[in-house]
């Protein structure tokens, strides 16, 4: 484009040089034509009037050399080709000339008079030749000149187009090359004043407009993005979140212990929202809240049995208000209760688990981010905490349901032995004091056999009794647990003439109904062993609650035994370690001969407790 535009102001300059140096010449031809012609008729006169007065003065004096003379010096003159002086008569006095046949001449005769008194004539030939060649010589120049001039002039000119027209127009038109939507810094440096100034101060406006446009275009799609990017997300994660509420609420109806359905519901809402922290607290007798289950940032053992009393901490205060608790920030919050084991926690989430209008516990989320939970959380975890005081219901009407159902058997089967074996052992005994009386004291032998079975029957149906009692936990349909060890303890020492010592810190009124049917059977099994074995004056029992564990400890001051010999094969241990390793715990048994035994007993707590 700048190329074509180049030539075009090169080619206008040439044809308009070409043309004013044609438009000159024609001119200076024409003004050198007429006045070198008025010259030349000027000349041609004033010739004429020379020599007449010259020849006029030698005529009348007949001084024919002067004549000759004169007519030779007239013909130095370029415009003189020839001349003829004649006297009076006509006769030629002299005449020379200085041309050829080709040379066209314009003869002027003319009289000589002196005092009005003709003395002669002369005729002059004027040559047109001179005239033409001063004619050519002069245009010629003049052309040169004038043609100099002009292309002096369309040089100047080409020149000052070049730097005032086309220099800022290539600049301007290296920028517009330039510029494109990825390039919009693009700035014309022009400083004129004139119209190219002002055009490229429109441009540099223009591109600056776009520039910020395109900028503000920009920023705009690049909220849009991210809104759309955040709302796709939202879509995204409400649709996981409702894809997850109808999971839980579909598996959370299959379990039927708490001990399976509050690990499940806290590691499912982990794992599908990645939540840093998730905890279920269930509500107890003391007016506080207690950590049940829980999965998450825990840098160490989960603490579970942690209680929070109603109104304290975050926790505590959705408990006691039975209202969601949101919290963006913690660190702002004077609430929130600062964790050692969590702590990233930024943001926190705490909603009511109700049924109607009892409060069960609370389902408690943490995030390690600040401003973690909106609407969506909120309706997420509102929905699932419904849902899951339901189960938590119905998992406590199953195990209500099964205690009844055990309890029921157990009866049942009480009734059965007491009404059998009991009666029948008892029968037997009377059947046997009868032929003992009848035998009388000589018969040796028969006495003998007669004691044995009587204390065989005696046996069995202490036996009996003792597997009556065993089916029939009245001591803990009657008592609280702590109670029914106490009692039984004291039974033990009235009983057996033993020294027993009682110790608890443990504060609950129940536990586990599984954990305290068989801390009991362990309890009276160690105190049957202490019985027939032992042989001890005092026995120190310890129970309590030691982080994650309820802890039972049973010292006696007996004969104790060979810790490397096994002594596991009894039934009694055997039946204390299966109860045991039921519910997950663990029983140690130390002693030395004749330094007494230890029994200690841990079982992990669980919902309930």
């Not at 008569?89 to 314009?106: A, C, Q």
């Not at 005769?109 to 030749?129: C, I, N, P, Q, Y």
Request: glycine content about 6%; some cysteine; charged content about 25%.
């Amino acid at each position: 484009m700048l190329r074509s535009l180049n030539n075009k102001i090169i080619f206008s300059i040439i044809l308009v040089t070409l043309l004013g140096a044609f438009l000159t010449a024609f001119t200076v031809i024409l003004t050198v034509q007429y006045q070198l012609s008025q010259k030349y008729t000027v000349e041609k006169q004033a010739t004429i009037e020379s020599l007449s007065l010259s020849l006029s003065e030698d005529m009348f004096s007949r001084d024919y050399e002067q004549v000759e003379r004169t007519v030779k010096s007239a013909l130095v003159y370029e415009n003189i080709a020839s001349l003829t002086v004649f006297d009076q008569n006509g006769n030629v006095v002299n005449s020379l000339s200085e041309f050829n046949d080709n040379i066209d001449l314009e003869l002027s005769k003319h009289t000589l008079s002196m005092d009005g008194k003709a003395v002669g004539a002369f005729e002059v030939g004027f040559s047109d030749r001179y005239i033409d060649d001063l004619i050519q010589r002069t245009v010629i120049v003049l052309s040169i000149v004038v043609v100099g001039f002009l292309i002096l002039i369309g040089l100047a000119f080409f020149i000052f187009m070049r730097y005032s027209v086309l220099q800022p127009i290539r600049t301007f038109s290296s920028a517009v090359n330039r510029i494109d939507m990825d390039n919009l810094s693009t700035r014309i440096r022009i400083n004129s004043q004139d119209e190219i100034g002002l055009l490229a101060t429109a441009f540099n406006d223009m591109a600056e407009n776009l520039e910020k446009s395109q900028a503000d275009l920009k920023q705009s799609y690049d909220e849009l993005e991210e809104k759309v990017e955040l709302r796709t997300r939202g879509e995204r994660r409400r649709a996981e979140q409702l894809r997850t509420i109808n999971e839980v609420g579909r598996r959370i109806s299959m379990f039927l212990s708490l001990d399976e359905l509050l690990p499940y519901v806290v590691n499912s809402l982990r794992d599908t929202f990645h939540y840093y922290n998730v905890n279920i607290f269930l509500v107890k007798d003391t007016g506080s809240v207690e950590l049940s289950a829980g999965t998450g940032g825990y840098e160490k053992e989960i603490p579970t049995g942690f209680s929070i009393t109603f109104g304290q901490g975050i926790v505590g205060t959705a408990a006691q208000n039975e209202e969601f608790v949101v919290v963006a920030d913690v660190s702002t919050d004077s609430r929130y209760i600062a964790s050692e084991e969590l702590p990233n926690t930024c943001s926190e989430l705490s909603v009511p688990i109700k049924l109607g209008t009892e409060i069960l516990g609370v389902l408690d989320i943490q995030s390690d981010e600040i401003n973690a939970f909106d609407e969506i959380d909120i309706f997420t975890v509102q929905t699932i905490g419904d849902q899951l005081a339901v189960a938590i219901q119905n998992a406590r009407y199953y195990l209500e349901t099964r205690e009844l159902a055990i309890i029921t058997e157990r009866n049942r089967l009480a009734r059965e032995i007491h009404d059998t074996l009991a009666q029948g052992f008892t029968g037997i005994i009377l059947q046997l004091e009868a032929a003992e009386q009848t035998l009388g004291e000589d018969n040796s032998s028969s006495q003998e056999h007669l004691d044995t079975a009587k204390r065989l029957a005696k046996e069995s149906l202490n036996e009996a009794r003792r597997s009556v009692w065993a089916l029939r936990p009245q001591l803990l349909e009657n008592l609280t647990f702590i109670d029914a060890l106490r009692t039984e303890a004291e039974s033990f020492g009235n009983e057996n003439n033993v020294k027993v010592d009682f110790y608890t810190t443990f504060k609950e009124r129940n536990i586990n109904p599984d954990a305290e049917n068989a801390l009991l059977r362990i309890f009276q099994e160690a105190l049957n062993n202490i019985r027939k074995h032992a042989r001890a004056n005092n026995v120190e029992v310890r129970f309590t609650r030691y982080e994650s564990n309820f802890v039972l400890i049973i010292n006696d001051d007996g004969i104790g035994f060979d810790s490397t010999e096994d002594k596991s094969s009894g039934f009694g241990l055997i039946s204390m370690r299966e109860r045991v390793k039921l519910l997950g715990g663990s029983l140690e048994i130390s002693s030395e001969k004749d330094r007494g035994t230890r029994l200690l007993v841990k079982i992990p707590v669980r919902e309930g407790a």
